[in-house]
């Protein structure tokens, strides 16, 4: 395919006929409205809110302000031309207390979202759980009916399993797919071990416990909305292309505690339906925890109609020693591991390095690794730069066109080899919050102005645009 209008030389690269390309968001990272219409808190307004967080107390009260603004932002994804658009439903807008009471207006909200989607041509993906958990479930309120504990009860994983009822009965004739959990690591070791997350706890236990309920809540989800007659069912996990530093046996060790963590505690229940074998006697503790019931990994092992893959760049580890005195929390974060940096590329604004054959070789180890891998999408994949509206109006990012160019041919690549993937989605149709390093990090292919919440479609935009069109033409040409 030729790129000559585009506004870089390279070619588009070439995809398989009929793979559909994609934009995604999440609702806390774009939506603000925090307290409108009905909406309770989340576990990421109380972190957001707390001092110290987040970049510059950088909070999603605001955001993209998409909840007022998303009829223009579904008219940018018409003119992009995407098959496919990956957002995720707010939890507490749909239930403020987590359980109980059904907020009508929650509802409206993503009815007149998804009905103008299809009415621009693009399907809707919905993402379940991307992170902001009602506050009620954590902590519960005076009036609260709810426990609280968050992820670390299982109360939690029940709750899940209603919402995700509640939204498939609601929306499920017209929702092409479903996500689950957005990167359950994320919540469960980045939220409840590491701290930088919310809840912002730093326990081992409660880590563990987060991780195994979390997994808990997706199967339950599972039999939900096949119930409820959903159509594809699948979960979002960020899994890693780990190398080690060097072949030194410390450093393979390292890297085999860092493959459990990142990578097993994940695909080896959700795919083989089982924990990964723990060598490790810390590993027991998740295996074989208190909150473990009978039955559970017959669960969390159903089958589903895709794995959703989120990457951005590859990990190298090294072998370091324990920092934690707490045993539990060397298993859920301390592994006696540290990342280390030999890549010689360029590096995007969040620090990372960017290598798009590491996405190959993920996807095609996982295909050699798991006999019953399901189809695979490409959930999010996308770079953070240093975009500015230029005096001519417009956003130069050549260097995030270069990164989607290359890490689509990854994707490619591997289809080539006989991994079945089916689309991709890029991070992000809008610049957003990010999380702990707030307003900082840019990894839109629209740019926002947040004093005035102007949307500035980027080069990399129209890029896009143009390579769907032709992806589009192609898959026309060669489909009888
Ligand atoms: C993923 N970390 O996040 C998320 O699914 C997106 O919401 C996010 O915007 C995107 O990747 C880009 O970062 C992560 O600090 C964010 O470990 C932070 C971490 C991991 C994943």
Redo the contacts with the bound molecule.
């Keep these: 395919m030729s790129n000559a209008s585009g506004p870089t030389a390279r070619p588009f690269p070439e995809l398989p006929a009929g793979f559909r390309l994609g934009a995604?968001t999440?609702a806390y990272?774009i939506e603000g409205a925090h307290d409108q219409d009905g909406r309770g808190p989340s576990i990421w307004d109380t972190f957001s809110h707390t001092p110290g967080r987040t970049l510059g107390g950088a909070t999603g009260d605001t955001a993209c302000d998409h909840y007022h603004r998303y009829r223009e932002d579904i008219g940018l994804l018409r003119e992009l031309g995407v098959d496919d658009y990956r957002f995720s439903i707010a939890w507490p807008r749909l239930l403020p207390e987590g359980t109980g009471p059904v907020n009508a207006k929650g509802l409206d909200f993503y009815d007149r979202l998804i009905d103008e989607l299809l009415a621009a041509g693009v399907a809707p993906t919905v993402t379940l759980y991307?992170?902001d958990l009602p506050q009620a479930l954590e902590t519960p309120s005076d009036s609260g009916s709810a426990a609280g504990g968050g992820w670390r009860v299982r109360e939690t994983a029940e709750a899940f399993a209603e919402y995700a009822a509640l939204a498939a009965e609601r929306f499920g004739d017209r929702v092409e797919r479903w996500i689950t959990l957005?990167?359950p690591?994320?919540s469960a070791f980045?939220g409840h071990a590491?701290g930088?997350?919310a809840p912002g706890a730093e326990e081992g236990r409660g880590a563990l416990a987060a991780a195994h309920h979390l997994l808990v809540a997706h199967g339950l989800a599972v039999r939900a909305l096949r119930a409820a007659g959903a159509r594809e069912i699948g979960i979002?996990l960020?899994l890693d292309r780990l190398h080690a530093a060097t072949d030194g046996p410390e450093d393979q060790a390292a890297l085999r505690r860092a493959e459990v963590l990142h990578n097993e505690v994940w695909t080896e229940p959700l795919l083989s339906g089982r924990y990964p074998a723990h060598e490790d006697e810390t590993w027991a503790g998740l295996a074989a925890g208190p909150w473990r019931l009978p039955g559970d990994l017959e669960l969390i092992g159903a089958p589903l109609d895709f794995l959703g893959v989120?990457f951005?760049r590859p990990v190298t580890v090294t072998a370091a020693p324990h920092r934690a005195a707490d045993p539990e929390l060397r298993t859920a974060v301390d592994i006696g591991v540290t990342e280390v940096d030999p890549y010689g590329t360029r590096h995007t604004t969040?620090g990372w390095p960017v290598v798009p054959e590491a996405l190959t070789e993920l996807l095609c180890g996982l295909h050699a690794r798991h006999p019953r891998l399901p189809p695979i999408w490409i959930?999010?994949n996308?770079s953070?730069e240093t975009d500015t509206v230029a005096p001519d109006g417009r956003v130069h990012d050549t260097a995030r066109i270069d990164y989607l160019t290359d890490h689509l041919a990854a994707v490619s690549a591997a289809v080539t080899a006989g991994v079945d993937v089916r689309g991709y989605y890029v991070?992000?149709l809008l610049d957003?919050?990010?999380?702990?390093?707030g307003y900082g990090?840019r990894?839109g292919i629209v740019h926002v102005d947040y004093d005035t919440l102007t949307r500035t479609p980027k080069d990399s935009y129209h890029w896009y645009r143009g390579l769907i069109t032709a992806h589009h033409a192609r898959t026309e040409e060669t489909t009888p």
């Design positions: 995604a999440a990272q991307h992170w957005n990167e690591y994320c980045v590491e930088r997350h979002t960020n989120n951005y969040m959930t999010e996308g953070a991070w992000s957003n919050f990010e999380w702990a390093r990090q990894f």
